[in-house]
């Protein structure tokens, strides 16, 4: 049986890495974009089970991404990672049925949180 794909845009090219590391040292296959332009070019209709963005991309943000990809039909849990998000920012990620991860990503927090919604969806602010 494939390895569950884990969608993931990060315009920095270290933490793209780094999270793909981690991520497949879990077991995970990830497809990762440095933009979320990349990521509409793409035909990435697949099993993918979550979604990863980083909020501040260049381009298109990852709310905007994650909302074009709704309206594309794309259901799959997401998790939205940036640093410092205000009040006001957590909740529009939970309006949008999304999860935050803050940065830094310390840890496995990452990791398990899409451990945790890549099966059971869910909203919340970390």
Do not use: W
């Amino acid at each position: 049986m494939p390895n569950p794909i884990v969608l993931l845009v990060d315009d920095d090219p270290a933490v793209r890495a780094s999270i793909a590391f981690a991520l497949e040292i879990e077991g995970y296959d990830v497809a990762a974009f440095d933009s979320a332009e990349a990521l509409l070019a793409t035909d990435h209709a697949s099993r993918h089970i979550c979604i990863v963005l980083d909020h501040r991309l260049p381009g298109l943000d990852g709310l905007t991404l994650l909302a074009t990809l709704r309206a594309r039909g794309d259901a799959a849990p997401a998790i939205i990672i940036t640093s410092n998000p205000p009040q006001r920012f957590c909740r529009r990620v939970a309006d949008v049925g999304a999860r935050l991860v803050e940065k830094p990503l310390l840890c496995d927090e990452l990791v398990a949180a899409v451990r945790e919604i890549a099966g059971t969806g869910g909203t919340q602010c970390l």
